[in-house]
C-alpha cells in the first residue's frame, strides 16, 4: 500500500540553529500534504497545508517565517524549523494525500512522524 | 470551525472487560471519520474509517459507530487486552483532518 516516509525519526539540535524535516509520499504523487504538531498529552493540530508548486496555506497562530514548508515535487514536503528554540521541541507528523484514488477521505497516509528536541 | 472532543480523557480497565471511548464534533458536514491509535513515541495507526454515509464499522474487536446528526461516534473494544494499551484519536474529514483530544487507554493485565 502507500506509504509516506517521514525523516529524521528524532532530532536533537541546538538553540539558534534550523532544522528540517522532510515527508516522502513513496509510491504515489501527493499534490497536497499536512503538518501537524503534538505537544506532550495534547491532540495533534494542524500547522499548515502544503499544496505543490504554491505556498503553503498556514493555520492561525502558526508563525510562516519560523516554520517554513516547502513542496517543490509531487512527493516531497519539507518542514524547516528556525531558529529553534526549546519551546519548539514537539512530535512534527505530515500526512500526504493521494488524489489519485479521488476524493473519498480514505486517502490521506501519515508518515511516522519526527521528534525534535531542542536543547 | 470544526472541533472535536474525546471523552474521557484517560480511561484505565482491568483486562477482559468492554469499554467506549466517545468522539463528538460540532460540524455534521464531514466527509468521513476515522479513529486512529498512538502508541508512545510513535506515529499514527490507523484503526476503522467510517463513510458519512454509513453507520458503523468493525475490525476484530473493534467496532466503531458514526451518528452524523448528531455528531457523534463512539469506539468499542471487546475483551480489552494490556496491548490495547494506547491513546485513541478520532479525526474527522472535511477539507483536513480535525483530531479529537485523544483517550489514553490503560489495561490493567
Known amino acids: 500500500g502507500a506509504v509516506v516516509s517521514q525523516h529524521p525519526s528524532w532530532v536533537i539540535c541546538k538553540s539558534g540553529t534550523s532544522v528540517k524535516i522532510e515527508c516522502r509520499s513513496l509510491?504515489?504523487?501527493?499534490?497536497?500534504m499536512f503538518w501537524y504538531r503534538q505537544f506532550p498529552k495534547q491532540s495533534l493540530m494542524l500547522m499548515a497545508t502544503s499544496n505543490e508548486g504554491s505556498k503553503a496555506t498556514y493555520e492561525q497562530g502558526v508563525e510562516k517565517d519560523k516554520f517554513l514548508i516547502n513542496h517543490a515535487s509531487l512527493t516531497l514536503s519539507t518542514l524547516t524549523v528556525t531558529s529553534a528554540h526549546p519551546e519548539d521541541s514537539s512530535f512534527y507528523i505530515c500526512?500526504?494525500?493521494?488524489w489519485g484514488q479521488g476524493f473519498s477521505g480514505n486517502t490521506i497516509y501519515f508518515g511516522e512522524g519526527s521528534w525534535l528536541t531542542v536543547v | 470551525k470544526q472541533e472535536v472532543t474525546q471523552i474521557p480523557a484517560a480511561l484505565s480497565v482491568p483486562e477482559g472487560e468492554n469499554l467506549v471511548l466517545n468522539c463528538s464534533f460540532t460540524d455534521s458536514a464531514i466527509y468521513n471519520l476515522q479513529w486512529f491509535r498512538q502508541d508512545p513515541g510513535k506515529g499514527l495507526t490507523s484503526l476503522l474509517l467510517i463513510q458519512s454515509s454509513q453507520r458503523e464499522q468493525t475490525s476484530g474487536r473493534l467496532n466503531a459507530s458514526l451518528d452524523k446528526s448528531s455528531g457523534r461516534s463512539t469506539l468499542y473494544i471487546a475483551a480489552s487486552q494490556p496491548g490495547d494499551s494506547a491513546t485513541y484519536l478520532c479525526a474527522v474529514t472535511g477539507n483536513q483532518f480535525y483530531f479529537g483530544t485523544g483517550t489514553s487507554l490503560t489495561v490493567i493485565p
Open positions: 509510491d504515489f504523487q501527493a499534490t497536497t
Open positions: 500526512s500526504a494525500r493521494d
